[in-house]
């Protein structure tokens, strides 16, 4: 028997992960580019515990998670998944492994077969990795509908006859049916509207409760990071800037790049008009083929000395829970 | 502040013609925006929102028709415009910027040729004129290096600088209102931030009326000073920014906001609206929000309840303030 896992136990470990796109031009490849997608990523996350990744478009959310997901192959690194190094598995004991870990996505259309109904939609899955019985199988499938509220009746319809929520609890139910320890969900509230996003947000926090989930929970709404995350970590152009609890990080920011995200979500309240903004950030992306030297948010950072120019600054820790890569702090 | 209308919209209904039958997807929409100010239209996908601007531009296609109404634009009704001289009206009275930027700038036209030649087509400038206004304005929407990306096709910008670029084509003819459809829906929180910075600096130093839709509390609460929350193609409520965040009155008001989680105050679990926005081939009998409504009386099952004026400015269609206006609340 397997001993409960407590919070403060990791159950998945990725280090010195790196992957670099191959994005050379033309035909003889001449001038190899890379793009680095993912650069020298560590990070732990722990059983029971929502850890999210936040950063302005393209940062490499999706590529981590996919690579986590083993979708994707990394250039470089390691991933410790309830302490197995996955990426020595065979293709076999891997496709076991990969099972504890399911993903649910964005775009909760595109990342559903719109031929399937319901139905075998939720029961892929079970079909795939468990040998059930016709009657265990629709036991199982209808009881997920049940856990993510979905009437019984809806299970023989097709996924374009569902609204955006409809179809995202569609996802979570085939997320969640071969009881997985972890689940990474990439955007998975940014599609759809505020009163449904506040449903689906409400039930992923359930079924953590319920089930013992470990979330790696993907975004970019810092409001919604801020109610779902223990633990936050800020990317930036390929490479965690700033990590932290969610208490400690949501009261000080020690990057300026997170200090400026954050001055950057709207106020709540009109009354809030005429509070000062502390940093406002500038500029956009730069190419992520060619990123700046030294530290790469230098080119946008009001702060930024020779230093940050020329140096790359090293993830480190200010307090216990709390990690910063800033030659200056603020 | 010039409590005039720059524009009035009564009672605008929308059809559309569909294989199920026919659709009222904007149903009897009336709200005012005074000179000088924003206006922000709020409801969540499929409300209407769209149609609406749609139709004050002259934009609504078959298979929508406008089939009840009135759009008065300095007191002019433009429904009962010509073709050529709604089409003359666009870009330089009203101007509209659209959620999607790449998808609403010609991909074979360079930049600066878009911008210049909305400024030739309605204003007599010749065109070393019109270039170096279109630069002035690509610097005005904060754009660095604006002489190169006035020479840049679009694919090669990114999703903030093309919405810039659209800001400069709207303002191009000094529009007296612009139109914003989700203008930053698409964009990241940074460049959310830099956009909304333009306009609000457009409204409060420029003094342009605009019209901003928007489904994100947060853009309105930065940028309205009036605001119209329509559901299921209705308006349901409207009253200037402050009292509407300090008093919600509708049941889906209060709902969209305390469904919003805030960086500003953390609450346990969040309060979502129960339910789906209903089908428009298939509407409640009664109010359209009483299938989802915590707060529903017997009424409203079946009745549909009527705009109430509840407090200065502050307009509510929901059966909860019919008894209080017409029975003991003293004023
Ligand atoms: N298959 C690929 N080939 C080349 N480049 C890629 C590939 N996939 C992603 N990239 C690039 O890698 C970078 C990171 O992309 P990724 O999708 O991980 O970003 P993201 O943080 O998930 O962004 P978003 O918020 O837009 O989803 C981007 O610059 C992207 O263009
Ligand atoms: N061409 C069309 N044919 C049929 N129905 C349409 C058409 N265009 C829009 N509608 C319907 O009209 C309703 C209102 O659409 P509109 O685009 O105004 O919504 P919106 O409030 O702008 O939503 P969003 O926030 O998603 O942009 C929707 O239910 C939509 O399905
Ligand atoms: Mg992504
Ligand atoms: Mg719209």
């Known amino acids: 028997m397997n001993v409960m896992n407590s919070k403060n136990d990791v159950l998945l470990e990725v280090r010195g992960l790196k992957k670099y796109f191959d994005v050379s031009e033309g035909w003889f490849k001449k001038e190899h580019k890379y793009l680095h997608a993912v650069d020298n990523v560590n990070l732990k996350v722990r059983q029971g515990e929502t850890f999210s990744i936040v950063g302005e478009s393209g940062c490499g959310k999706s590529t981590l998670a996919n690579i986590i997901m083993n979708l994707i192959e990394p250039t470089e690194g390691q991933i410790i998944f309830d302490s197995i190094d996955l990426l020595t598995l065979s293709k076999d004991d891997l496709r076991k492994k990969r099972a504890d870990m399911q993903m649910v996505f964005q775009n909760p259309f595109s990342s559903l077969n719109p031929r399937m109904r319901l139905f075998d939609i939720i029961a892929e899955p079970l079909r795939t990795h468990r040998n059930l019985t016709k009657a265990e199988l629709s036991d199982r499938v209808f009881e997920l509908m049940n856990i993510v509220g979905l009437d019984r009746a809806y299970a023989r319809r097709y996924p374009h006859e569902f609204s955006g929520g409809q179809r995202q609890r569609i996802g979570i139910a085939r997320a969640l049916a071969l009881n997985p320890k972890l689940i990474i969900c990439d955007e998975p509230v940014s599609a759809l509207d505020v009163s449904i996003q506040a449903q689906i947000l409400n039930l992923l926090m359930n079924l953590q409760k319920q089930y013992n989930l470990t979330y790696i929970f993907i975004a970019h709404g810092l409001a919604v990071v801020k109610h779902i995350s223990d633990t936050v970590a800020v990317m930036y152009m390929g490479k965690i800037v700033e990590k932290a609890s969610k208490n400690s990080l949501f009261s000080h920011q020690y990057h300026p790049y997170t200090k400026g995200l954050i001055s950057s979500v709207p106020i709540s309240n009109p009354r809030m008009r005429n509070k000062p903004q502390c940093v406002q950030l500038e500029g956009e992306l730069p190419n992520p083929v060619n990123p700046p030297p030294g530290c790469r948010f230098h080119t946008r950072c009001s702060f930024a000395t020779d230093k940050c120019k020329s140096e790359e600054p090293a993830l480190r820790n200010i307090t216990a829970e709390h990690c910063v890569a800033c030659h200056f702090p603020i | ?331």
Not at chain 2, 64 to 69: E, L, Y
Not at chain 2, 162 to 188: F, G, V, W, Y
Not at chain 2, 192 to 203: G, N, P, R, T
């Open chain 2, 1 to 331: 502040m010039t409590e005039k209308n720059l524009l009035e919209v009564i009672d605008l209904k929308v059809e559309f013609n569909t294989d199920e039958g026919r659709v009222l997807p904007v149903d009897g929409v009336s709200f005012s925006l005074n000179d000088g100010e924003t206006t922000a239209i709020v409801g969540e996908s499929g409300c209407g929102k769209s149609l609406t601007a749609l139709s004050i531009m002259g934009l609504i296609d078959k298979p929508g028709r406008i089939v009840g109404g009135k759009i008065l634009f300095e007191g002019k009704d433009l429904l009962c415009l010509s073709k050529r001289e709604r089409h003359a009206m666009r870009g330089k009275e009203l101007a509209m910027i659209f959620q999607e930027p790449m998808s609403s700038l010609n991909p074979v036209f360079t930049v600066g040729y878009q911008i210049a030649e909305s400024i030739l087509l309605h204003q007599n400038v010749d065109q070393k004129e019109a270039k170096k206004r279109s630069i002035e304005l690509l610097k005005r929407t904060g754009i660095p290096r604006a002489e190169k990306v006035f020479d840049s096709y679009p694919h090669s910008l990114s999703g903030g600088m093309c919405q810039r670029a659209m800001i400069a084509i709207a303002l191009s003819c000094n529009p007296k209102l612009l139109i914003a459809d989700e203008p930053t829906t698409a964009l990241d929180v940074s460049i959310q931030s830099q956009i909304l910075d333009i306009l609000h600096s457009l409204a409060k130093e420029d003094k342009k009326s605009i019209l901003l839709i928007t489904h994100d509390f947060g853009v309105v609460a930065e940028m309205a000073d009036q605001v119209v929350i329509m559901y299921a193609g209705q308006v349901v409520e409207k009253s200037d920014v402050f009292s509407l965040f300090d008093e919600p009155k509708h049941p889906y008001t209060q709902g969209l906001l305390r469904s919003t989680p805030k960086l500003s105050e953390d609450v346990e679990v969040l309060e979502a609206i129960e339910g789906i926005v209903p089908n428009l081939h298939n509407l409640p009998k009664g109010c359209y929000f009483y299938p989802r409504c915590k707060k529903a009386l017997p009424v409203c099952a079946n009745e549909r309840p009527d705009m109430q004026t509840v407090a200065d400015g502050h307009e509510v269609k929901c059966w909860l303030y019919y008894m209080e206006s017409s029975g003991e609340r003293n004023e």
